[in-house]
């Protein structure tokens, strides 16, 4: 089984740096990805950590460390159009089939401020 | 290219009708799966597939049904709609079994009375 453990809010002002941690359990996994979801909207994909390390994607980067069992989205500039919610999701092995079924966390959901 | 359609983007059932929502994908994904979403909570996995004629079950598949007879389609079947099932659903796939990225569709929003 999986579980994912992320805090279910942060507030930010607009041009600060957030990050939004993200621990889990797992035997065995692909990778580490997150993904934002505005309300009433289908989630999109912000980055993917396959290995330890640091990924950085314009204003966004994500780090993982897996002896640590973590990682966390790291939000730069913060603008009002990032208030949103924020998904950690781990690309886990499966038992049946060697697929990479993926498992969510519950979200945080981030109001940046003026 | 339309990437991963959902049909119908809206539903209201009744206790005990029966419904298929359709998942389309035309990027040539091998994996497919279905997700539900509660207000306020995150995704959980219904059911996935791995490519046409192979399918796994999720963290909640208990009233829902799968088939995957082309590398297209996906189309998720409730069997007998019940309150519990009021939900958000989101077809999602990705190139690959292992691969990072997850491209969903616009979802389906299913009201059960």
């Known amino acids: 089984g999986q579980s994912l453990e992320q805090p279910s809010e942060v507030t930010a002002v607009e041009g600060a740096i957030v990050q939004i941690n993200c621990t889990y359990q797992?035997?065995?996994?692909?990778?580490l990805s997150w993904y934002q979801q505005h309300d009433g909207g289908a989630p999109t994909f912000l980055s993917y950590?396959?290995?330890?390390g640091l990924e950085e994607t314009g204003r966004f980067s994500s780090f993982l460390s897996r002896s640590d069992s973590y990682g966390y989205l790291l939000l730069q500039e913060l603008q009002m159009k990032d208030s949103a919610s924020y998904f950690c999701a781990v690309r886990e092995r499966s038992d049946n089939t060697n697929a990479g079924k993926s498992t969510f966390g519950d979200g945080t959901t981030l109001t940046v401020k003026p | 290219n339309a990437g991963v359609t959902q049909t119908p983007k809206f539903q209201v059932l009744k206790t005990g009708q029966s419904m298929t929502l359709q998942c389309a994908q035309d990027?040539?994904?091998?994996?497919m799966s279905w997700y539900r979403q509660d207000p306020g909570m995150g995704l959980r996995l219904i059911h996935y597939?791995?490519?046409?004629?192979?399918?796994d079950q999720g963290e909640v598949p208990n009233g829902y049904n799968v088939s995957r007879s082309t590398t297209e389609d996906f189309p998720l079947r409730l069997l007998s709609a019940a309150p519990s099932q009021t939900s958000v659903y989101f077809c999602?796939?990705?190139?690959?079994?292992?691969?990072?990225?997850?491209?969903f569709g616009e979802g389906s929003r299913l009201t059960v009375l």
């Open positions: 999602a796939t990705s190139r690959g079994s292992s691969t990072g990225e997850l491209f």
């Open positions: 950590n396959a290995l330890d």
């Open positions: 597939s791995v490519g046409a004629g192979i399918t």
């Open positions: 797992t035997s065995g996994f692909y990778g």
């Open positions: 990027m040539n994904h091998e994996y």
